[in-house]
Each structure stands twice: as structure tokens, then as C-alpha cells.
């Protein structure tokens, strides 16, 4: 793996929607799955400086997970194991991934994060847009389980993070060690630390289970505090979690890095806590309070369902992507600031603007959900609801009889076509026929 950097932008609709399609786009969500999975651990059970979180939302769901530029220590470090493992994970080497907090003193297991991956061959839905629609629905339930660990916060002082990768011994060479992690004295301690982690069953809880298919991932965790809203599915007997047949473990070798960690760069990190202090309020704002900073220009203040939304990083407002004429967030601007923080001389929207808004935001919902967006036609002004269907019907996208409206197939790439048409820019009008030559699906 050569990326160097843990990219780190959320997991998107158009990821999903790709995911379902081909082994390499489905290792890309994968990729993306995992690290926000953990950012968002780390962000719900400790209390790490959240200068180094961003918020992001999924059907109404905030939230949160690294950014792409980390500053604290600790943090980045953790960036550097996850990609690690991903390594092993894209030369189909990866058989478990733990994520463990341990105390400061004598490493007593307190929480224990494991990713148990499935490598299957073939894709044999028969139905993508139905093994799609799950896809999503696992992945909002993985997201709102981590949400609901809600046990008291680890505090930075008492803890420590390591990683534990286990390995389908039968591909893996021997000699196999993946970037970022050092082994030479840690192989029998790492078996023992990981045991100790299986034996962890005060709280045994299934936090969520994605398949794409090509890849089938399930993450559940232990830990000795009860919480108080995730539901507990299973209970899992220590026989079936035990490691690889060999024992074969790879442990991140955290001491190491706390030798390297000078008493200057811990400073730094407290200095930049005590910085980004106002940054961190905003962030830890109830969700009612953000919802209640929705402005976008559609003017219609609601999430729909697999719509993506972005937060201006100046004001916090959230806007839907597809208004902002994308489909995936991974083409917006990061950190992304409105256009209202860019240009404080704009003026009010107007009828023209809200109209093309709507009518992206009914092109990125039937794109991803499959059917007619009654939710957004009946909630739009009248006046425009004649010639959104008009435009939809003369673009061949739905048929209409009767009053009922359907949506024809193979209509993806009119619509992806339709975004790089319409795709609003810094650098020209909204109403542009000149495509976007950024976009790429």
C-alpha cells in the first residue's frame, strides 16, 4: 500500500453505491469502513483533543472521524498502524484487526475493538440494487451503534491504544510484516495481550456486520463498563474467538513509540488543545442545535434518505451535497466552507437557484435509492413542481401515468452526466452547460 496519509473523508453514497459492483471498488470501501470506524471509536470512548475529529452525516447521523491531517501524537501514530494493517488487508493477509485500550500501569485490558474480515471470491447477488440498499443500511447501523457507546470516556492520561492484527496464515509469508510496525520483542506479549482480550466478557456487543459481497466484515467489542443503549445481540464463548491456529499475532509496538515521543511534542499537543478550544464547543454542539444550522439552498431543511450532507467548517451550516452539484463527498472541498463564509456580499437565493438545487437533490436520490422522491416533490414549492416533472420526464428518467411516477432503469449514467452538466463551481454560473471536468465515477 503506498499511501502514506489515512484518508479519512467519510463514507459516501457513490463508495456504496460502487462497492457492490467489483472486488477493487469494494477493498476501497473497506478502506474507507475501517479507519472511520475507529476514528469514530476513539472519538465516542476517549477524550483525545478534537482538533483532530471532523464531523460527518449519514441519513441524519452525525458523525465522527479523523481528519485528514492530524496533529496530536497519539493520534497520528494510531494513522500510522491503520495503514498498516490495510496493507495486509489489500493482499488479502488480514484475518482480524483488534483495537485494544489498556491502563497505563500494568496494561490491564479495558476495551477491546475487533474487525473480523471474510475474503469471498465471487459475487453472486443476484440483485445489486437490493444487495446495495442493504449495504447501506448496514452501514448506518454499524455507525449508530458506535454513536451509543456511551460508557464514561477514557481519559487520555489512563490509557494506552495498541493495535492487534491476526493473519489467514495459509497465504500470509512468514515473513510478512506490514509498514509501521516493529515486532522483534512482542510476538509472545501480543498473544497474551490479545488473549486477555478475548477473556474480556463483562459486555459482549455486536456493534454491526457490512457485506459487499466481496468482503464481509463484522465489528463487535468487549469492555467492562456496561453501556447503556447499545443492544446486545449475541454472546460469543471464548471458543469462537480464539486467533489463528499458529498464533500468529502482529502487535503494535506502542512503547517503542513512547520512547520516541518527546516531552516538547506532548507539550505541543496541550498547547494545541488549549488553541482549538472554541473549535471543540462547536463541535460537541447538540445535534438539535446543528439541525437547527441547516441552510441550503434548496431551502428545504431536512435530510432524505442516502443524501449525503456537509458542514461548512466556518459556521457550522449544513448543506446537502448534491445541492452543491455532487454526488460523492469525496469531491468536495476539505475543509469545505459555504458560499455564504466566501462571499459575504451574496445575496438572497434565488427562485432560479433553489429550483436547479431541488432538482439536483431528485437526481442524487433517485441515483441512489432507486425510485421516485415523493418526499422532496411533496415538501418543494408548487410552483415548481410541473416543470421538475417535465425535465425528468424529457431527460427519459421516470415515466409518469396518472399522476404516479416511476423510475426507469439503467438511468445511472444520465444522471452522473446530468451532475457534470449542472455541477456548481467557484468559477461559473449554476446554470452552466459547460461539464465539470473534476468529476469522476
Same mark, same amino acid.
Given at each position: 500500500?503506498?499511501?502514506?496519509?489515512?484518508?479519512?473523508?467519510?463514507?459516501?453514497?457513490?463508495?456504496?453505491?460502487?462497492?457492490?459492483?467489483?472486488?477493487?471498488?469494494?477493498?476501497?470501501?473497506?478502506?474507507?469502513?475501517?479507519?472511520?470506524?475507529?476514528? /469514530?471509536?476513539?472519538?465516542?470512548?476517549?477524550?483525545?483533543?478534537?482538533?483532530?475529529?471532523?464531523?460527518?452525516?449519514? #441519513?441524519?447521523?452525525?458523525?465522527?472521524? /479523523?481528519?485528514?491531517?492530524?496533529?496530536?501524537?497519539?493520534?497520528?501514530?494510531?494513522?500510522?498502524?491503520?495503514?498498516?494493517?490495510?496493507?495486509?488487508?489489500?493482499?488479502?493477509?488480514?484475518?482480524?484487526?483488534?483495537?485494544?485500550?489498556?491502563?497505563?500501569?500494568?496494561?490491564?485490558?479495558?476495551?477491546?475493538?475487533?474487525?473480523?474480515?471474510?475474503?469471498?471470491?465471487?459475487?453472486?447477488?443476484?440483485?445489486?440494487?437490493?444487495?446495495?440498499?442493504?449495504?447501506?443500511?448496514?452501514?448506518?447501523?454499524?455507525?449508530?451503534?458506535?454513536?451509543?457507546? #456511551?460508557?464514561?470516556?477514557?481519559?487520555?492520561?489512563?490509557?494506552?491504544?495498541?493495535?492487534?492484527?491476526?493473519?489467514?496464515?495459509?497465504?500470509?509469508?512468514?515473513?510478512?510484516?506490514?509498514? /509501521?510496525?516493529?515486532?522483534?520483542?512482542?510476538?509472545?506479549?501480543?498473544?497474551?495481550?490479545?488473549?486477555?482480550?478475548?477473556?474480556?466478557?463483562?459486555?459482549?456487543?455486536?456493534?454491526?456486520?457490512?457485506?459487499?459481497?466481496?468482503?464481509?466484515?463484522?465489528?463487535?467489542?468487549?469492555?467492562?463498563?456496561?453501556?447503556?443503549?447499545?443492544?446486545?445481540?449475541?454472546?460469543?464463548?471464548?471458543?469462537?474467538?480464539?486467533? #489463528?491456529?499458529?498464533?500468529?499475532?502482529?502487535?503494535?509496538?506502542?512503547?517503542?513509540?513512547?520512547?520516541?515521543?518527546?516531552?516538547?511534542?506532548?507539550?505541543?499537543?496541550?498547547?494545541?488543545?488549549?488553541?482549538?478550544?472554541?473549535?471543540?464547543?462547536?463541535?460537541?454542539?447538540?445535534?438539535?442545535?446543528?439541525?437547527?444550522?441547516?441552510?441550503?439552498?434548496?431551502?428545504?431543511?431536512?435530510?432524505?434518505?442516502?443524501?449525503?450532507?456537509?458542514?461548512?467548517?466556518?459556521?457550522?451550516?449544513?448543506?446537502?451535497?448534491?445541492?452543491?452539484?455532487?454526488?460523492?463527498?469525496?469531491?468536495?472541498?476539505?475543509?469545505?466552507?459555504?458560499?455564504?463564509?466566501?462571499?459575504?456580499?451574496?445575496?438572497?437565493?434565488?427562485?432560479?437557484?433553489?429550483?436547479?438545487?431541488?432538482?439536483?437533490?431528485?437526481?442524487?436520490?433517485?441515483? /441512489?435509492?432507486?425510485?421516485?422522491?415523493?418526499?422532496?416533490?411533496?415538501?418543494?414549492?408548487?410552483?415548481?413542481?410541473?416543470?421538475?416533472?417535465?425535465?425528468?420526464?424529457?431527460?427519459?428518467?421516470?415515466?409518469?401515468?396518472?399522476?404516479?411516477?416511476?423510475?426507469?432503469?439503467?438511468?445511472?449514467?444520465?444522471?452522473?452526466?446530468?451532475?457534470?452538466?449542472?455541477?456548481?463551481?467557484?468559477?461559473?454560473?449554476?446554470?452552466?452547460?459547460?461539464?465539470?471536468?473534476?468529476?469522476?465515477?
Amino acid at each position: 500500500m503506498a499511501a502514506t496519509k489515512l484518508a479519512c473523508r467519510g463514507v459516501t453514497n457513490a463508495l456504496i453505491h460502487n462497492a457492490v459492483a467489483t472486488n477493487e471498488d469494494s477493498k476501497k470501501y473497506i478502506e474507507k469502513l475501517i479507519p472511520t470506524a475507529i476514528g /469514530f471509536i476513539l472519538h465516542q470512548r476517549t477524550d483525545l483533543s478534537r482538533a483532530d475529529f471532523e464531523t460527518y452525516t449519514r #441519513n441524519g447521523l452525525m458523525y465522527k472521524t /479523523f481528519k485528514k491531517k492530524v496533529r496530536n501524537p497519539i493520534v497520528k501514530q494510531l494513522c500510522k498502524w491503520i495503514i498498516g494493517a490495510l496493507d495486509a488487508f489489500t493482499r488479502n493477509y488480514l484475518r482480524e484487526l483488534y483495537l485494544v485500550f489498556t491502563d497505563t500501569v500494568n496494561t490491564e485490558i479495558l476495551e477491546s475493538y475487533k474487525f473480523q474480515i471474510t475474503y469471498q471470491q465471487d459475487n453472486l447477488a443476484s440483485d445489486i440494487s437490493l444487495l446495495e440498499q442493504n449495504l447501506r443500511k448496514a452501514t448506518d447501523k454499524l455507525l449508530l451503534s458506535i454513536s451509543k457507546l #456511551n460508557m464514561e470516556k477514557l481519559k487520555t492520561d489512563e490509557f494506552l491504544p495498541y493495535i492487534c492484527l491476526t493473519y489467514y496464515d495459509q497465504v500470509t509469508p512468514v515473513d510478512y510484516e506490514p509498514p /509501521f510496525y516493529e515486532f522483534d520483542d512482542y510476538n509472545s506479549e501480543g498473544i497474551s495481550l490479545l488473549e486477555n482480550s478475548l477473556q474480556l466478557c463483562n459486555s459482549n456487543i455486536i456493534l454491526g456486520c457490512v457485506d459487499t459481497s466481496f468482503h464481509l466484515v463484522q465489528c463487535q467489542c468487549k469492555t467492562i463498563q456496561q453501556s447503556n443503549e447499545s443492544n446486545r445481540e449475541t454472546s460469543e464463548t471464548l471458543n469462537s474467538l480464539k486467533i #489463528n491456529d499458529s498464533n500468529e499475532l502482529k502487535l503494535s509496538n506502542y512503547r517503542t513509540f513512547q520512547n520516541q515521543l518527546s516531552s516538547s511534542s506532548l507539550v505541543e499537543s496541550q498547547i494545541l488543545k488549549s488553541e482549538n478550544s472554541s473549535k471543540e464547543l462547536k463541535s460537541d454542539l447538540d445535534t438539535d442545535e446543528r439541525w437547527d444550522k441547516f441552510n441550503c439552498s434548496c431551502l428545504l431543511k431536512e435530510t432524505f434518505y442516502n443524501i449525503d450532507v456537509v458542514e461548512c467548517s466556518k459556521c457550522s451550516c449544513l448543506q446537502h451535497i448534491s445541492c452543491l452539484g455532487f454526488l460523492g463527498l469525496d469531491d468536495v472541498m476539505n475543509p469545505y466552507i459555504c458560499k455564504t463564509c466566501k462571499d459575504k456580499t451574496s445575496t438572497s437565493i434565488t427562485l432560479s437557484e433553489q429550483f436547479f438545487c431541488i432538482f439536483r437533490l431528485i437526481l442524487a436520490y433517485i441515483f /441512489f435509492n432507486k425510485r421516485f422522491p415523493y418526499q422532496i416533490t411533496n415538501d418543494c414549492p408548487k410552483i415548481f413542481l410541473t416543470r421538475l416533472i417535465q425535465k425528468l420526464e424529457n431527460l427519459q428518467i421516470i415515466d409518469s401515468v396518472d399522476g404516479r411516477h416511476s423510475v426507469r432503469k439503467e438511468i445511472d449514467g444520465l444522471i452522473i452526466e446530468c451532475f457534470r452538466k449542472w455541477n456548481q463551481t467557484n468559477d461559473r454560473d449554476d446554470k452552466s452547460d459547460v461539464p465539470n471536468k473534476r468529476r469522476k465515477f
